[in-house]
């Protein structure tokens, strides 16, 4: 499996509405923060989340979070 590329260093931002999501772990995704497919041969899969209501997640861009795919604040580390 290889490393996952940083795709930002500060968390993206969004008003979800309830549903699934696929929250891109690989970091090559046109469509941050969730997944588009880019991840294909690289090992690498998608994290999938559920919210049950509207509410503002802080995704994590630079795909190290420990808590995926929520930011946890490593990208002050880099
Ligand atoms: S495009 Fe990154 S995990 Fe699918």
Request: charged content about 25%; hydrophobic content about 25%; glycine content about 8%.
């Amino acid at each position: 499996m290889s490393k996952p590329e940083i795709a930002g260093k500060q968390p993206l931002i969004e008003v979800v509405d309830p549903g699934r999501y696929y929250w891109c772990a690989c970091g090559k995704s046109q469509r941050q923060p969730y997944c588009d497919g880019s991840h294909i041969g690289t090992g690498i899969t998608p994290v999938e989340v559920e919210f049950e209501e509207t509410k503002e997640v802080y995704f994590c861009m630079c795909k190290h979070s420990k808590d995926k795919p929520f930011c946890d604040g490593t990208h002050n580390k880099m």
